[in-house]
């Protein structure tokens, strides 16, 4: 059961999605596999970009560098402990929702929130 229902595509989302497809196939064919080692460490920034987002509404502040060493299993001395430990509390958290969300099966329960 969905809380908020999917919005229809209008016409130009359905353009532009088309352009990134475009763009995405142009890239796939000229870059090959020397994009390869981009995505890991875009994807990584980008998660480290949400998580000081997300986190720092809470209270709880790191830097950009800071949240990067803490999702990658280090312990940078600025942060609390108790900072990095809801960082990385959060990033368990978003892993566990990407994987949900590719669970075709997937369901919400209570057992889910909790």
Partial sequence: MAIYATPPKSPAILR??????????????????????????????????ATVGSTSIEGYGASLEDTVEILAGRHPSGPSEETQRIIAAYAQA??????????????????TVL
Wanted: cysteine-free.
């Fill in 94 to 111: 978003m892993d566990r929702v990407a994987v949900l969300a590719d669970d075709r099966r997937f369901q919400w329960s209570p057992q």
């Fill in 16 to 49: 532009r999605l088309d352009e990134l497809d475009e763009l995405r196939r142009y890239l796939a064919h000229h870059l090959g596999d020397s994009a390869q080692p981009w995505t890991g460490a875009l994807r990584r920034l980008a998660a480290a970009e």
